[in-house]
């Protein structure tokens, strides 16, 4: 009498963990998708969106560029921080040209174009920009033939974080770091 209530007993424990089994093996997938869909969710809304800011400039020249030399190369190097310090990837710049140094008279805003350039949260990190002498003499004939004596380039930049939640800012140079191209 014992054994067999021993086996039925047996029998019942089985049936209870094949059906804890099947429920698992249904069910585990279904809440590891619905866990990891929360966590990437849940990271999304608490990544901030990045806060760069250009905070330095150096150049091989004063911030004042001759457009009438048209024999020497200009390099000038933008700084970038992430002031929260989140990751995050410029994807496009362009340049504005104004007549004066207050912002005033937009001459023209250059199409923007497409970069990828990598910032990290935790360093600052340093774009080069190269004026060539092409460049120079380009800057030469369109001032000449415009009638202007001088014009000032502020540079604008576009991105988002670098972890794909799409969220986007935009930063330009500051005021003082603007260049001038004059004659």
């Avoid at 002031?83 to 007549?99: C, E, G, H, L």
């Amino acid at each position: 009498m014992k054994k067999q209530k021993k086996s039925k007993h047996r029998l019942h424990r089985l049936k209870i963990l094949e059906s804890v089994k099947i429920c698992v093996n249904l069910w585990f997938p279904i809440l590891f998708v619905a866990i990891a869909g929360l966590g990437l969710w849940g990271c999304s809304s608490l990544t901030p969106t990045p806060d760069v800011r250009v905070v330095g400039i150096t150049s091989d020249t004063p911030l004042s560029i001759s457009v009438s030399d048209t024999t020497k190369d200009y390099t000038v190097t933008l700084q970038f921080v992430s002031m929260n310090k989140v990751d995050a990837i410029i994807t496009q710049d362009w340049a504005s040209f104004y007549r004066n140094a207050d912002g005033t008279g937009l001459l023209y805003n250059e199409t923007p174009r497409a970069i990828s350039f990598f910032i990290t949260g935790t360093d600052t990190v340093q774009m080069k920009l190269e004026y060539t002498r092409s460049v120079i003499a380009g800057f030469y004939k369109y001032m000449t033939a415009n009638g202007i004596s001088q014009m000032n380039c502020k540079w604008n930049f576009y991105g988002e974080d670098a972890y794909g939640y799409k969220k986007t800012f935009y930063v330009e140079t500051p005021r003082n770091y603007w260049i001038n191209f004059h004659f």
